[in-house]
């Protein structure tokens, strides 16, 4: 059976090299891509959520952050879009491409999405945190660490005042813990690691 592999973007940038490659090629491995521009197509999906929104909007792409939120604060005011993750859009192209063609590895930067993408159940497809995927395969690599994430914070940018970045679990606890009340921002941007997804539990 074929074996095809998604390397996530912050493994990729951390870890791709010829070396990589040729170990993935000895197991087998053919490494894909995904063809659309998915952090285009999740950015609408905000702004379309956004329009109808009548209270403060949460990031839902980092679920780590979600699940902390709503099991520590769970504040009135913030409305969950059903939005997924970006990692997710791009299993979900993948899957419907390769299906019937062999086992697709959508690895993740942290435990969270893999938890999440496994969640989803779609058929043909396996979904490990790099960390485990290196584990299984034995493959020998030399880490890059990143000094940022190759999707920085920032996400919702466009917004300007009406956004707040809470880029850390240190972030979001001040932020909540300010009590119950109407925020003035319309959307938060989550994200649990400080920083971004190069500190995830997975890489
Ligand atoms: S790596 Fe960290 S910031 Fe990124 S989705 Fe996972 S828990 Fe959230």
């Not at 493994?11 to 491995?29: C, H, K, N, W």
């Not at 520590?72 to 419907?96: D, G, K, T, V, W």
């Not at 999707?151 to 979001?172: H, N, Q, T, V």
């Not at 921002?185 to 989550?190: H, M, P, R, V």
Request: with cysteine.
């Amino acid at each position: 059976m074929d074996k095809f592999l998604w390397i996530n973007p912050v493994a990729a940038e951390m870890y791709d090299s010829p070396e990589l490659r040729q170990q993935l090629e000895r197991r087998g491995f053919e490494v894909v891509a995904c063809g659309r521009d998915h952090i285009a197509a999740v950015r609408e999906k905000y702004r379309l959520a956004l329009k109808k929104a009548e209270g403060c909007l949460a990031d839902m792409r980092c679920p780590l952050a979600v699940d902390y939120i709503k099991a520590e604060y769970n504040p009135p005011f913030l409305e969950y879009p059903a939005i997924e993750p970006i990692l997710l859009h791009c299993a979900r192209e993948l899957q419907q491409r390769l299906e019937g063609k062999g086992r697709l590895y959508v690895t993740t930067p942290c435990e969270a999405l893999r938890d999440l993408g496994r969640s989803l159940g779609l058929p043909g497809v396996t979904f490990l945190t790099w960390a485990e995927f290196v584990r299984q395969e034995e493959l020998l690599l030399q880490k890059a660490p990143l000094q940022a994430s190759p999707i920085p914070p920032g996400f919702f940018a466009e917004y300007g005042a009406r956004g707040i970045m809470l880029d850390s679990k240190e972030k979001i606890d001040e932020y909540f813990s300010a009590g119950p009340r109407q925020p003035a921002e319309s959307i938060l941007e989550l994200l649990y690691c400080p920083q971004g997804c190069h500190k995830g539990n997975g890489v």
